[in-house]
């Protein structure tokens, strides 16, 4: 195995990174606050020669999906990045994406979708219907590693849908940390050139375009439940040469050996997440933490197999959506456990919108509330807003309210 | 066509002979056209413009003069305003 | 009498109107073109093409330009020579494709752009587009009690792609099918070959179901748009212009606009505003084609 060189880089600058590693041949861009870097970064790369891609300033992120779409129906291997509003705006060729089914992989640095630049996850979860595949990660290094197992599970023939690579916008991208970096030799092995099944080539015309041909649509879905199985395959694979794992690949526990209670949060919280865990742990608290890595293709499976296991679980997000009356992330988690034998209880804590911080307080306070739920079998409130102004905590301090 | 299914549904479908005629046949203007065109190959001089003109290009080009498939052509009359040597006219089909 | 076609790219028959002057246009296009193409071609009459020969790659209606991009650095990228081609109508050129073919356009992409203009959105039932003329009948300018027909003048595209400073932009017409052919082979040396950039050509298609008329009369109205002057036939290789049709004698628009029952509201107040019109935008026309002829000597 090459060396693995150890710099300090940003989320933005680790996705770069990936994607030259990856040797993409088609990359579209258009500049969006905080994915601009990645573009820039990966501009400078071609300007180089360090990155033998075709390099498109596209106009519009409508036109940049759809110049992706086409440049990987010829058969290359193509990226693009973007987030918030720019992920809106392209959403009509987002969401047809995968109807030709031309693997294409991005980015997104989470922004919410709204007046400001900072991070929540209003944008991928307004996505989540449109049949592409969403990992979420929790820090630079594991946005690096999953960029690359991305191609790799995309392309694959069993597969072949677009994928989504979620990091936190600003607080991961943003934010320098100490990386490993994967020698090219070695992603060389692990991602050989893509091999098409079909393109658009005119030396052998077809019908491109499946016109949501009603079973087309099931076998997307067949395709997307098969992608639970390479992407796991994709994490292990990876974890063989560059020695680093990420649970399954699809989830990921941290202590939850013998726990009653179990929080799952996704994407950096999972960093603070951490840190709160072990504390409690080691103040006798029977907690555990799940990590959840790929929202699509949900993790079922796992969550049935959660179910049989603890009393409460507790759902941490960045989302919310209106009218629901919580996150999307709690909805999927309950409807996963919804047929176990013994249900455990729910709770849903809205926390970290519009770029607000997910505090070490915050996910204590969920840590708390379900493991409550676990010894007292009850719930007393479904879902806790976790804002400063609602939390009970803050307003008997403040007087507020 | 092999019976193993290499590509998904709906998706890398080779544009065939097999189609093609399967089209034609499908959608045969027998079946709705009102005015059919007829050639009178003594007046045509050859020119081509109704070859050039024809919307479909239905009308091929042999030794005696045009030739029109009559499966695909919709009697849209273009051919007849545009040939100058008065050599086709449009004829009412027969229900 | 034309020259032969090498390769029939495309299969009749169409699924469009009869006497429609898109599935000429499309047809000489790709048979000139020939089967090493992959043509995008957004929501527009133009998906009644019918089958073809060549490749195709799907496109939204206000993306053809950057699924062309995509098509286009695609192949490049893996060292294959292909012709991109878009075939849009005005609505995917004028109004909702402008964004991504300006910025196709200033980029430099080796698209060949094939705008096949029926003055309207004709696919979705004639409602009227930027390319609209003035005082025409749509079916969203309807002729009322209050307003009769389209209130404003229409956009020059070929005149806005110029402005971009792409090397090639013609117009052409059905109705004078070499000029045409000879422009899809110009273009074709110019994007394909010398990948030198965007070449547009924009092809009046007198659509008798939009425009109202016998389908038989296509041709000819065709041809009066030119003869009128309405249409000039030109061309702009790198800047320099070239008148390539100059018609013996001009005739008036009221002959074109009478045959038209999309017109036939209008008051003779309004045909000679028309004619007005015209006759000072071919006058510059000649002048330019004068005054390019003296320049290249």
Redesign the interface.
Known sequence: MGEQKIDFINGNEAVAYAVKAARV??V?AYPITPQSPVTEKLSEYVANGELG??F?????E???????????????R?FTATCGPGLAYGH??VQ?MH???FPVVIAVPNRALGTTIFCDHSDTMAEATCGWIQLYTENSQEVLDTVIQAFKVAEDHRV?MPVMVCYDGYVTSHTGETIRLPAQEDVDIFLPPRKA??T????????????N?P??EW?HEQ?MQSAKAVIREANEEYAKIFGRIYGNGLTERFMCEGAEAVLVTMSSTMGTAREVVAEMRSQGYRIGLLKLKSFRPFPTEDFRQLAGEVKAVGVLERNETHGSGCGEAFKEVRSAMYDASVRPKTINFIGGLGGSDVRIQDVRFACEKTLEAARTGRVEKEVHWLVPELMPAERERTGAG | MSKEK??????????TERQVAATKKRISAWAWRVFRPVFDLGECKMCWACYDYCPEGVISKSDNGPVVDLDTCKGCGVCATECRFKAIKMEREEV | MAEEIVERVTIAPTGSCQGCGMSLIARHALDTLG????V?IPASCGGWAGL?????????F??A???????A??????G?K?NVVVIAGDGGTYDIGL??L??AA??GENIIWICQNNEAYMNTGIQRSGATPRWAWTTTTPVGRVTKGKQAWNKDMAAILEAHGVPYVAKASVAFIPDYRRKLKKAQRITTEERRGLSYIEVLNTCPTGWRYSPDQMIRVARLAVQTGLWPLYEVEDGVFRLTYRPKEILPMAEYLKIQGRFSHLSEEQIKTTQTRVTDRWEKVLERADAAAKASG
Not at chain 1, 200 to 211: G, K
Not at chain 3, 73 to 78: C, I, M, S, T
């Open positions: 041949q088609v579209v891609a075709s498109v300033e596209i106009e519009g409508h036109s940049c999906f759809a110049a992706v779409g086409s440049a990987s129906g010829t058969g290359c193509v009509e060729n047809r109807i030709s089914r072949l099944l079909y658009t080539d005119p030396s052998q015309p077809l019908v491109t375009e499946a016109m041909i079973v087309a076998e395709a | 290499k590509t998904p549904e709906g998706v890398g479908v080779p544009v | 089967k090493n193409t992959c995008v073809m020969e060549c490749a195709r790659s799907p496109t939204v206000p993306s330009a950057a699924a062309a991009t995509g098509a650095r695609g192949f490049e990228a893996l294959k292909v964004q991504s300006s910025g200033e980029r």
